[in-house]
Nanobody, 120 residues
């Protein structure tokens, strides 16, 4: 059974830091592009950052220079999102995502989400 399980969310003051983790299991995710998305109340889900199988990263403009995505494929794939200099507008549910296209079949998996609240 494929699972993406996020952890590390919580309440943090503006300017603080959090590190989110996403543990992927159930199949090999080493060839997948892994990503973090977020959805704030009343807003659409948006891209935060992605990291390809080879380590290429991509960030939303709003988080560039503050957030860092990384991955560890040593055993099961774990994806991290280090979030620094957090702002109230970063408050959202953060979702882990895994996508790959293999032999013309597109695979797309989501985690259940973890809440991040930035507030004083």
């Amino acid at each position: 059974q494929v699972q993406l399980v996020e952890s590390g969310g919580g309440l943090v003051q503006p300017g603080g830091s959090l590190r989110l983790s996403c543990a992927a299991s159930g199949r090999s995710f080493s060839s997948y592009t892994m990503g973090w998305y977020r959805q704030a109340p009343g807003k659409q889900r948006e891209l935060v950052a992605t990291i390809g199988a080879g380590g290429t990263t991509n960030y939303a403009d709003s988080v560039k220079g503050r957030f860092t995505i990384s991955r560890d494929n040593a055993k099961n794939t774990v994806v991290y999102l280090q979030m620094n200099s957090l702002k109230p507008e970063d408050t959202a549910v953060y979702y882990c995502n895994a996508v790959v296209t293999l032999i013309s079949t597109h695979y797309n998996y989501w985690g259940q989400g973890t809440q991040v609240t930035v507030s004083s």
